[in-house]
């Protein structure tokens, strides 16, 4: 019977009325029968208790096992650790875990909220988060894991942000699907995400960001959802809604979902990232703060299961008619309990971004050292209570109403502040049960466990794999179409390429030659431009910073200043944040702006056997002058916009 029932897989994820068995999932906890239904003894003293009947309801469940925690149990319960990776690259890498570290965290550290960035056949993935699993089943008490991930099914990637797709399907960034303006697409996308991340065993996701791209040079802008908060609103709850797998709440089938970053983050002070100690301040000139709130609220609207604070302190702000305290967000009272918690009734979890309480050396604060190489270990995010210890951070951030501290192991830190007066075991008890009620919400102390063997069929499916594609071509923004040369369907044409796979053009009938004197049309990728300003930061070098204008000795300019003179040029800009194009508007014979697409779903616009309806998510300034005098916290507010917000040509068929 036994063995029977641990065979049994996690795929009969509904199970909507108390009462009704579930499917259990066990590598070490043995089973209670109670009549003819069956449950897991996980604290293995042959009786069942309130947390182990899933007949209780997953408040009762949590409340019963806070009780029976010990102080060093319930602080595990409050970190979310990076998973250690045998990788050299450390932590944030997507080398295979360290399955000898990870099992002291769980066992002796009692750790149960992991980070994934694992990148592997999704076999691969299922069959590691199984074991992890069964590591976590065999400690006092059967707490499974919760394991998360950063976005991982977008074409584009960046280190501490996204994870590389690999095998999942690929969709255009959140960018694209605000330009394709469908919140029904992006509802599909994220349910399609839901059962991809299911399939490997992923609970939890840390996403959508609800930050707006009010600011054109802002670091971080394509992982939003445009500049437009109504828009964003739309999209958030649509993304919630999917990945959650309904709008009322977390269940058996749900990925609890993390809307991030609370809140105003896309009004960075020069564009900069707050992951920077240069860039760590949000200002709001236009004193627009509520603005970006909207978003938020329809992640509210979705029961959305978790709030993550940016790293930012903000300048500018009042709450309840008191200037915001000088801190990052994750250590703010008034934005946390007084705002979010009070204002809006968040009754979810909050999850502070990464690393807010490591410190911030030299190295961190000014740049590495002529001479040496700047690290990620050098990375911490204390903005505003760098003078403070560590035991310190962890208690103001969770008295500011942090559930878990993102990124961190150190749960003897919180263990410590009890001791010393900081905090009381009720204030973790708080935070505590809500964790627990996530997990009893989402069926993982039934069955943590996945069908490995089914896990290579559902991520990145046939089926999902297209969708995504055609999602890609549909996000595509035609600017310019003189001469109607788009849709492009002369097969045997001679094409020059930049940027682009010779092979896919070869796919579409056309033949790739090596000079455009050769050519009858030319096409050219490139990528809003950028500057790197600050190389000796361990993430400042990496991220896209300053200027957004072509210059001559740009390559991709260059060639197309060479291109155009000799035949018609199609140039597509990839909008990681949106490009000034002044100088390509009288060169190009078509222009198109691009989220995130790759050079097949391209090419499938291009020659017509797709067509794009997308509008501009956010405005294409004229120049860089308008960009310096708008301000970081108003949409669309730049002199004279070379393309304003919304702008596109519907049809390829015609040109405007």
Known sequence: MAAALASQTAWAFDNPRIGTQPNLGTRSAHFLTVGDLTFKDLNRNGMLDVYEDWRQTPERRARDLVGRLKLDELAGLLVHANTPSTDQAGPNSAGDYNFEEMAKLIANTH????????????????????????????????????????????????????????????????????????????????????QEYLAVGIREGLSPQADLATDPRWTRLNGTFGEDAEVAKQMVQAY?????????????????????????????????????????????????????????????????????????????????????????????????????????????????????????????????????????????????????????????????????????????????????????????????????????????????YVDVAKADAIVGSPEFAAEGENAQSRSLVLLENHAKLLPYTKRGSKVYLVGVDPRVAEEAGMIPVPLVDLAELAIIRASTPSEVLHSRYALGRFQHEGRLDFRAGDESYDKLAEASKVVPTVFVVDMNRPAILKNIQDKVTALVASFGVSDRALFAMLTGHTTTHAHLPFELPSSMAAVLTQKEDLPHDSDDPLYPYGYGIEDADRTQ
């Not at 979705?302 to 930012?312: F, I, L, N, Q």
């Not at 500018?316 to 979010?340: I, M, S």
Request: a neutral charge; charged letters at 20%; glycine letters at 10%.
């Open 111 to 194: 750790i149960s909220s992991f980070v994934s960035r694992f990148n592997a056949q999704p076999h691969e993935i299922a069959s590691a988060h199984n074991r992890l699993q069964a590591m976590a089943e065999d400690t006092r008490l059967g707490i499974p894991l919760t394991i998360s991930s950063d976005p991982r099914n977008h074409i584009q990637f960046a280190a501490l942000t996204s994870v590389q797709a690999g095998s999942f399907s690929k969709w255009p960034e959140p960018t694209g699907f605000a330009a394709i303006g469908d919140p029904a697409l992006v509802r599909r996308f994220a349910d399609i995400v839901r």
């Open 240 to 448: 919630v809604e999917g990945i959650q797998n309904g709008s009322a709440g977390l269940k058996s089938g749900s990925v609890a979902a993390i809307v991030k970053h609370w809140v105003g983050y896309g009004a960075q002070k020069n564009g900069f990232d707050s992951h920077n100690a240069y860039g760590q301040t949000a200002v709001f000139p236009a004193h627009n703060f509520g603005y970006h709130i909207i978003p938020f609220t329809g992640a509210f609207a979705a029961s959305v299961a978790g709030v993550m604070p940016s790293y930012s302190i903000f300048s500018g702000v009042e709450v309840n008619g008191k200037p915001l305290e000088q801190v990052g967000a994750g250590f703010n009272r008034q934005l946390l309990t007084e705002l979010l918690r009070d204002r809006y009734g968040f009754k979810g979890l909050i999850v502070s971004d990464w690393s807010i309480t490591k410190d911030c050396g030299p190295n961190c604060q000014n740049g590495a050292p002529d001479g040496q190489a700047p690290t990620f270990a050098d990375l911490g995010m204390p903005w505003g209570v760098e003078n403070l210890t560590r035991e310190q951070r962890f208690a103001k951030s969770l008295r500011a109403g942090v559930d878990q501290i993102g990124g961190s192991d150190e749960a003897s830190i919180l263990i410590a502040a009890v001791r010393d007066g900081l905090l009381t075991r009720k204030r973790l008890e708080q935070s505590g049960y809500r964790v627990l009620l996530q997990k009893f919400q989402l069926g993982l102390f039934e069955n943590p």
